[in-house]
């Protein structure tokens, strides 16, 4: 098994010198989908405590083996179809990819009472892509102020993944439009705190921006094995 200490540990230098750099803090989220559990292991001896996961079935998987550890923060950012709603509800604290009303409505109404409000962000498809799920910039008013009515979720920000293959410049424009997104918004939600956005190839471009959560697989974990079972 190779040593996640030393990955992890660069990630962070880099991702603290950035966040002083820009003024703000900026947390890890590591993303750990398709990798075996014992990594995941290895990075919370480490120190890391927010995992990110695509794919429900594995996550559940890793959730249950990694149970004892009950500070860890799983956080789903993966496409959500309606038929997964429950389990996601049932076992996240954090949901990075709510692009429509009717998956924020299941999951509020299957969070189970005893659990804190799951914490949220709607996913912007700030690209224009058609293949990307996400909202347009004029939808996401719209829906934050639906989702901000919903009992059992507590709306967080926003979160994007712009073109691959994106310049430096469009990224940075990506990102300020995020950005400036965001503080329209908390005019109406003044708790909407978070910017999820920059991956392994551009977070420190997203830090200087404004992210407040950076998604980093690769650079920690190194690359992904193939997947055997059917994409969920």
Known sequence: MKSIAEPLKSVRQEIEKAAAAAGHPVKLLAVSKAHPVALLEAAYKAGQRDFGENYVQEALQKIADLRTHEDIIWHYIGPLQSNKTRDVAEAFQWVHTVDRLKIARRLSEQRPPHLSPLQVCIQVNISGESQKAGVTLPECEALAQEISQLPNLSLRGLMCIPRAG???????????????????????????????????????????????????????????????????
Do not use: N
């Open 166 to 232: 994106a310049s430096e410049d469009e990224l940075r424009q990506a990102f300020r439009e995020m950005r400036l997104l965001q503080s329209r918004l908390r005019k109406d939600h003044p708790q909407l705190d978070t910017l999820s956005m920059g991956m392994s190839g551009d977070y420190l471009i997203a830090i200087e921006e404004g992210a407040t959560i950076v998604r980093v697989g690769s650079r920690i974990f190194g690359a992904r094995s193939p997947r055997k079972e059917p994409k969920e």
